[in-house]
C-alpha cells in the first residue's frame, strides 16, 4: 500500500472530478488501462478506478490521475467536492487485466469509451502516441451531454496533430442546439465512420456494462475476430 497527498483535485466535467496524487515520494509502476484501490487514509473503504494518465507521464511528472465520477458510490465520490488539497489517500495495486500490449500486431486501434470510461483510454493513447508511431489510432467517445466530454482539448490536439482520429457523440435528446458534432447511442454507423479495416484492428472498450456490451456485438457483426476486442466495464 502506499500513502500519498493529493496535490489538486480539478472539474473536469460538472459530474466529475481529477484526482491528482503526488508521487514525489514513491513511485506506483503500472501499465496503461490498468487501475488502483483508493480509499482515505486510514479507512478501511478501497474502490477501484482505472488510472487517467498512461506510465511514461505518471513517472515524468510524479502524478497518478484518476477521473472519478460525482454519482459514484461510496465516500471518496461522496467527499470530493469538500476535500481539500494535500488530504492523505491510501492506494493498492496496481490490478486489472485490461491493459495495453506490449507488442500489437495490428496495425489499426480502436478506442470506444462511454462517459468516465474515457481514463483508461488517455492511458493508452498516450502509450500509443509514444511507443507505436506506425499504428492508426480511432477513438468513438460517447457522453450524455456536451459538457461531460473530459479531456477533450487533449484530444483534439493529437487529432489535430494527425495522431488520432475521432468521432465524438452525445446520447441524450435535450441537448442544446449549439452542439453541431454527432449525436445518439454508439451504434454501427458511429463505429462505420473509424472502423476502416475490421480483420486488421485491435480495439478497446470502457464504459457502462450495456454501452460496452452493444459496442462488443456490433464490432463483432462489423467482422472484427473476438480476440481482437478488450474490454471493461464498469457500474455505478
Not at 223 to 231: F, M, S
Request: with cysteine; proline share 8%.
Amino acid at each position: 500500500m502506499v500513502t500519498a497527498p493529493l496535490l489538486e483535485i480539478t472539474a473536469v466535467t460538472p459530474r466529475s472530478r481529477l484526482l491528482v496524487v503526488d508521487l514525489s515520494a514513491r513511485a506506483v509502476g503500472f501499465k496503461a488501462g490498468q487501475a488502483v484501490l483508493i480509499g482515505w487514509h486510514g479507512e478501511p473503504e478501497r474502490r477501484p478506478y482505472s488510472i487517467a494518465i498512461s506510465p511514461e507521464a505518471a513517472a515524468e511528472q510524479a502524478r497518478l490521475e484518476l477521473l472519478i465520477s460525482l454519482d459514484a458510490p461510496g465516500e471518496i465520490a461522496r467527499r470530493l467536492p469538500d476535500v481539500p488539497r494535500g488530504t492523505l489517500v491510501d492506494l493498492e495495486g496496481p490490478l486489472g487485466t485490461f491493459i495495453f500490449p506490449e507488442l500489437p500486431t495490428q496495425q489499426r486501434l480502436l478506442f470506444v469509451a462511454g462517459g468516465t470510461g474515457i481514463a483508461p483510454l488517455r492511458a493508452m493513447i498516450d502509450h500509443a502516441i509514444r511507443h507505436h508511431a506506425d499504428a492508426r489510432l480511432s477513438l468513438l467517445y460517447s457522453v450524455r451531454r456536451p459538457d461531460e466530454f473530459a479531456f477533450l482539448d487533449e484530444l483534439r490536439g493529437h487529432e489535430q496533430a494527425g495522431r488520432l482520429e475521432m468521432h465524438v457523440t452525445v446520447t441524450r435528446d435535450d441537448v442544446e442546439s449549439t452542439w453541431i458534432g454527432g449525436r445518439g447511442r454508439i451504434g454501427r454507423s458511429h463505429f462505420e465512420r473509424l472502423l476502416h479495416e475490421p480483420a486488421g484492428t485491435l480495439c478497446f472498450v470502457c464504459g457502462p456494462p450495456p454501452m460496452v456490451a452493444e459496442s462488443v456485438a456490433t464490432l463483432l457483426l462489423l467482422g472484427v475476430p473476438e480476440t481482437q476486442i478488450r474490454t471493461e466495464g464498469w457500474s455505478r
